[in-house]
Structures are given as structure tokens and as C-alpha cells.
């Protein structure tokens, strides 16, 4: 008997669908609903059927349909969008149905009234790269329209579409009197958008190890309160969808989106993430983690782990490169925040005060901007560290006043919170000081510098062992933050005040390898030195302190950091070895 035939034809492929639609409808269901079948009553249907159209099917957002002509199929997109843009006009930007079209010719399968085949995959993947309110056509589609419709086309270039083995030129058609579609319109500070990884694996459980981790991803992304995070709900809408990373970041007004996907083989994993510019498509950043799937939960926290921690920064530098460009006289709240935290990161007396400059002209313009109030505590408790100040006890209380003021303005900031720790370690008060930065570390897990305080603050009021521990596991949870040499700085001292001085000196060493420059260390290691008896390099050490801060081994001659009088001592001793003081 033979084989049933399948039925085949040329056909011209019209997809659309409504942009946003997860946002419309969580927005106003019903309203949604009815504009929604208002549009298909009045216009799409009767347009559809006026240029000889077939509907072959519709969902909830979206239609496909037949032609037997590209003319057709382009003179009807054309109708509907221009249709559409004069029903919107009136409209809020936020409230309008829009759709995207693309339209392709090919090769389909018939069976039972509906289409498929590559000529069907290849109209919706183009669609996908369409503006909202706009057209793209195939290179297929174009050519049976060109010289045949007067039409603005631009040339997209190929483009590889998703499940589709070769690249596809496209083209976009602008429409007559059409305006342009605004820039990306961005709230005060620049939000991420975490969209669905995709499982490369074929296998369904990755789709619950991608989906959970990308919740995790949101969850603490969420915790620095830096950036607003768009919600899980609103990414998901995108998942499975293979469309312009620009248009979706549009859609989700999102500046950043981080982007990846999973792909297990035998018992291991390996994560691919990327942070994306969503104006420009430039991939800003970029990591590959493998791991053994024994223990999955640990490795699903490890990868998410790693994915934060290395984000935040690198979105930071981004918006503070674009504020660069801006004229410095016309600048707003998060972009004098942003070159505060620059000059804070420096660590140097001179760039404190110009820090301070920029949080100050923050605070100016939104006097509830939480986190540029931290950072002004930040910079006299700075000076305070780098004995620049004449008047401590007004410093001191400086420090406390703008970091009580940043957590009235918002107690679920971990950076506040920090930021008050600190103030409270320099005025003394060593116990509300670990209250403060439990509470940082809590609020957000991935605050490395938060975790780095809690050991620094352990080992100040004498909890040697513990704080050495959670140093450590702060240099572990970011080893390629710029700042590390504070991290092997402290894991020094803290090692000297634990008289486990060749462990002092090697994290010592380190600390100066990276940072040569930073006097603080060279007095420290000044210490270790005298201590271990190797007094020609104290005093070299405490020489080259000397050049970098004059003065500095005076005032630090009887350091008293420590709550117990023994390891002042401690430390005092070992410059009084080294002939560094009487």
C-alpha cells in the first residue's frame, strides 16, 4: 500500500504577535482581553480577509497566517501597523496593544489546515526581530515584494535565528510617517533583567537546575538594592522565546540582561552566563563554570554565587564609563553616587575628599538617597583610618550621623548597614559595630566587603579564630575582587595578633604584591618583621611606609585597634624589635 503523500505549497507566512502581552495582561486582564479582541473584530480579521488572507491559527498574543502572495501578506502587515499606530495614538505608551510582524516565503506542510516546516519556523523567528509596531520580512519575502510595493526597507544583515541552520538576511520595513521608537527609557538607576537560562542538555531535570538558579540569581541580585532587578514573573514570560535581546530588555525596561544556559554531560554540568548592554548588545562580561553534579544543590548555590558576586561590579563600571561622558555640571543623584564610590575605592586621603565631593552634591539633589548618605559616612570614617583628621571625636561623630540617617532611609540596606557598622567600630562601640555587619551579611550573603568587616570586627574584640576564619572566606568568595590587598592585609594582622607571624607574613606579602603602593600594609608588615627578628627588612618596610604617608609609623607607634590592652601590646612590640620605637 502506498505511503500517503504529504501535501505541499509555496506560501507567503505572516506571524504576529502582542509585544509585552505577560505585562498587559498581569497589568489589566480584562481590559487586555477585550482591546485585544476589539482589534481582531474591527481591524486585523476584516484587513486579513480584504488582502485574501487565511487565519491558519491564533493564541492568546499571537496569529499565523497564510498567503498565497508576498505582495499580499506586506500590503496587509502595512495596513494593520499603520491602523494600529492611529488606534494607539491616544493611548498611554504603557496601555497600547502592539504587535510585531514577520513574514517569510517558503516551502509548507499542510495537514488538517494548518502549516509547518521551516518556511513557518523561519516567518516567526524573523517576527521576533521586529520592533514593536514594525515589519521584517525575509530575504525570501523581500525579493517577491521588491520593485513591486514603493517601501523604506533597511537591510538588517543575516542574522542567525534559532533552530535554523543558516543565516537569514533580514530587512525592516519603515513605515510612512512612522515615528522613530524612542530610546530606551530608564528609570532613575539602570535595572537587570535575568532572563531564563536555556538547557542545552535535553534533559528535563536541567530545566529545574536552570529555572532555580536563574530564581536565585534574581533573589540576590535583589539584595544589593543597587540596581532594581526585574521581577521572576516578568523575565519568565520570555522563556523559550528566541527574540532580540535589545527588544526584550525594551519590553522589561531593563538597561542589563544576563543571559545563559546549561548544559549537562555523564555527571557534570558546565553554566555559561553572560551580562549583556542592553542599548548597545555588547556582551559586557562573560564565564563559564563546571561542575561535578554530586551534591546539585551546592553547586547550583556556588554558580549563583559566583554569577552575583562578579555582576554587580562589573554594571557598575559600565554606568560609571557612561557617566564619564556626561558634563559634569549636569549630572544626577546616582551618577555623582557612582564617581563617589570610584574615588572611594582609591583609598587614598586625596580621593576621600573628592568622593566626599560627589556624595555630598548626591545628597544635594535627593537628600533620601540611602546609599549616597553611606557613602558619605564612609569617607570620614576613611579619614579616620588614614589618621588625616585633627578633630577625631567630630569625625567620629559625622560617621555615625549620615549612617543612621542611611538606614532610617532604608533598613534593608546591606551597604547601610555596613556603612553604620563601621561608624559604631570607630567610635568604640565593638558590639552594636557586629550587630550592624551581621546584619549586612544577612541582608545580602553576596556583600563580600561585608563578610571581609565581620572577621575584621571578630578579631578586633578578640574572637581571633572565627574572624580569621570568615577572612578567609571572604578572600574565597570573590578571589579576583580589585581590593584583595585589603583582604590579605587584615589576614595579616590578624595572623600577628594570633602570633602566627610566617602565616602573617606571607598574606602580608601578597597584599603589598598587589597594591606596592598602599602605606597602611608596609606598617603592619613593619610589625611582622620586627616580630620575626629580621629587622634590616622592618626597617626598610617601615621606611617605604614613611615615603608613601609621612608621619604615619608616629601616629601608629601605640596602635590601640584591640579591645584587649595585650594585643596592643602585641603589636606595639613588634616595632619596639624592630628599633622602630623606644
Known amino acids: ?30 481590559g487586555t482581553l477585550a482591546a485585544l479582541k476589539a482589534c481582531r473584530r474591527e481591524l486585523i480579521d476584516p484587513t486579513i480577509a480584504e488582502h485574501r488572507g487565511r487565519i491558519v491559527k491564533t493564541a492568546g498574543d499571537g496569529a499565523l497566517v497564510e498567503f498565497a502572495s508576498a505582495v499580499d501578506a506586506t500590503r496587509c502587515a502595512i495596513e494593520i501597523q ?31 489546515g494548518d502549516i509547518y516546516g521551516d518556511g513557518v519556523n523561519i516567518a516567526a523567528r524573523v517576527e521576533s526581530l521586529a520592533s514593536p ?72 531535570e536541567q530545566e529545574y537546575f536552570a529555572d532555580g538558579m536563574v530564581e536565585d540569581i534574581i533573589t540576590l541580585l535583589s539584595a544589593w538594592r543597587t540596581f532594581p532587578v526585574i521581577s521572576r514573573n516578568s523575565s519568565f514570560a520570555f522563556k523559550k522565546q528566541s527574540r532580540d535581546i535589545r527588544i526584550i530588555a525594551r519590553e522589561l525596561s531593563a538597561a542589563y540582561i544576563i543571559e545563559g544556559s546549561v548544559q549537562k554531560s555523564s555527571n557534570r554540568v558546565r553554566v555559561t552566563a553572560q551580562l549583556i548592554n542592553a542599548e548597545s548588545g555588547h556582551h559586557l562580561w562573560a564565564r563559564k563554570f563546571d ?41 544626577d543623584a546616582w551618577n555623582y ?48 583610618l588614614f589618621d588625616v583628621v585633627e578633630d577625631r571625636s567630630a569625625w567620629e561623630g559625622k560617621a555615625l550621623e549620615t549612617a543612621r540617617r542611611a538606614v532610617a532611609l532604608d533598613t534593608g540596606s546591606s551597604f547601610a548597614h555596613l556603612a553604620l557598622s563601621g561608624a559604631f567600630m570607630w567610635s568604640n562601640q565593638h558590639e552594636q559595630s557586629i550587630t550592624e555587619t551581621r546584619m549586612a551579611v544577612e541582608l545580602n550573603p553576596s556583600n563580600v566587603p561585608a563578610w571581609l568587616a565581620l572577621g575584621n570586627r571578630l578579631d578586633i574584640v578578640g ?44 598574606y602580608l606579602r601578597e597584599s603589598i604584591r598587589l597594591k606596592p603602593d598602599y602605606a597602611n600594609t608596609y606598617h603592619v608588615l613593619a610589625i611582622c618583621l620586627g616580630h620575626l627578628d629580621r629587622l634590616d627588612e622592618a626597617k626598610a618596610a617601615a621606611q617605604r611606609c614613611e615615603q608613601l604617608r609621612p608621619g604615619l609609623m608616629k601616629r601608629r607607634a601605640y596602635w590601640n585597634i584591640y579591645l584587649d590592652p595585650e594585643a596592643n601590646k602585641n603589636l606595639t612590640e613588634g616595632l619596639r624589635k624592630a628599633g622602630l620605637v623606644e
Open 1 to 30: 500500500m502506498a505511503e500517503a503523500r504529504l501535501e505541499r505549497r509555496l506560501a507567503a507566512i505572516l506571524t504576529a504577535d502582542v509585544v509585552g502581552y505577560s505585562r498587559l495582561m498581569g497589568k489589566d486582564e480584562e
Open 82 to 112: 499603520r491602523a494600529m499606530a492611529e488606534r494607539n495614538a491616544a493611548i498611554p505608551e504603557d496601555c497600547r496593544v502592539e504587535f510585531r510582524i514577520g513574514i517569510n516565503v517558503g516551502d509548507v506542510i499542510i495537514d488538517e
Open 337 to 384: 553616587f557612582l564617581r563617589g564610590r570610584a574615588f572611594l575605592h582609591l583609598l587614598t586621603p586625596e580621593d576621600i575628599v573628592r568622593a566626599r565631593a560627589m556624595f555630598e552634591c548626591a545628597v544635594e539633589i535627593d537628600p533620601k538617597y540611602s546609599e549616597a548618605w553611606a557613602g558619605l559616612s564612609w569617607t570620614y570614617q576613611r579619614d579616620i
Open 133 to 204: 509596531g514594525a515589519i521584517c520580512l525575509s530575504e525570501n519575502a523581500y525579493k517577491q515584494i521588491q520593485g513591486k510595493l514603493a517601501l523604506d526597507v533597511s537591510d538588517m544583515g543575516e542574522q542567525q535565528l534559532k533552530n535554523i541552520a543558516q543565516p537569514v538576511r533580514v530587512y525592516g520595513v519603515r513605515l510612512d510617517g512612522a515615528t522613530e521608537r524612542p530610546a530606551l527609557v530608564l528609570p532613575d538607576k539602570p535595572s537587570i533583567a535575568v532572563l531564563p537560562f536555556q538547557n542545552m542538555s535535553g534533559d528535563p
Open 463 to 506: 574572637e581571633h579564630e572565627e574572624g580569621i576564619a570568615i577572612l578567609e572566606k571572604s578572600l574565597q568568595l570573590n578571589p579576583h575582587d580589585p581590593h584583595n590587598h585589603i583582604y590579605y592585609a587584615q589576614l595579616g594582622r590578624a595572623h600577628i595578633n594570633a602570633r602566627k607571624y610566617e602565616i602573617a607574613l606571607k
Open 291 to 331: 561542575g561535578a553534579l554530586d551534591d546539585v544543590f551546592a553547586l547550583q548555590d556556588e554558580i549563583t554565587r559566583q554569577i552575583v558576586i562578579s555582576v554587580e561590579p562589573e554594571m557598575e563600571k559600565a554606568e560609571l564609563r557612561k557617566s564619564e561622558t556626561k558634563r559634569s555640571t549636569n549630572l
